[in-house]
């Protein structure tokens, strides 16, 4: 954290790539980051803060807005507050990917007391090795239960997840599609996703791409 009233007013950010040498026809690696200071006050829990309507985004927060609303849970990587929103994998560049490896990571979305489902429509969906089937498959095919390595496999966890057309259950999710997929969850708890990618890269293995709806 960075401590302005401490005489602190610049952060460093260390970007490190794998070594490139012999090498060819390698993409030029760029980031496009914005960086936000949110202030949690000394000593207040972040859910005792006003929370303040969804459609606020950080660029044009009013003051009366509280930070609290865009401070994600810990163990977050990333966190959409909004009811409504889009999400995409790291290095997604528009279905190009691809997606880094050796990822295990959380997607938080806020949860209230009025909060009863959580609804992905995935219009972009190229994960792990089994997209060539160009298919959408689930469970032990994305995440073998034999398995004693948590980095063998490339998929989207979704706790107890329901397909809104066949009603089917499922929780593990890889693949490829081209076409909307409809799912929603109503785990209890924490109201999350999560992404896991091995250290092997395929051409192929794009991302994800999906719109969310928290109701």
Partial sequence: PLNATGG???VDLVFSLADRAGASGLPTASWDVTITQLECPAGASVR???????????????????????????????YFPQTKGSVKSFNYNNGNGIYPSRMNYAICFRRTTETKALTIRAYDFNVGDVVSASTLTTDENCYSSDSTNDLDADFLMV??????????????????????????????GPLMVLFNSDDIYRQNEAGFAFTYVVS
């Fill in 48 to 78: 005792s803060l006003d929370l303040v309507e969804e459609e606020s985004t950080i660029e044009s927060r009013a003051s009366t807005i509280k930070d609290g609303f865009f401070v994600a849970p810990p163990g977050c990587l990333q």
């Fill in 8 to 10: 602190e007013s610049a």
């Fill in 159 to 188: 706790p107890q997840a329901t397909f809104e057309e066949s009603h089917k259950h499922a929780t593990y999710f890889c693949g490829s599609i081209k076409k909307d997929v409809v799912i929603s969850s109503n785990n209890p």
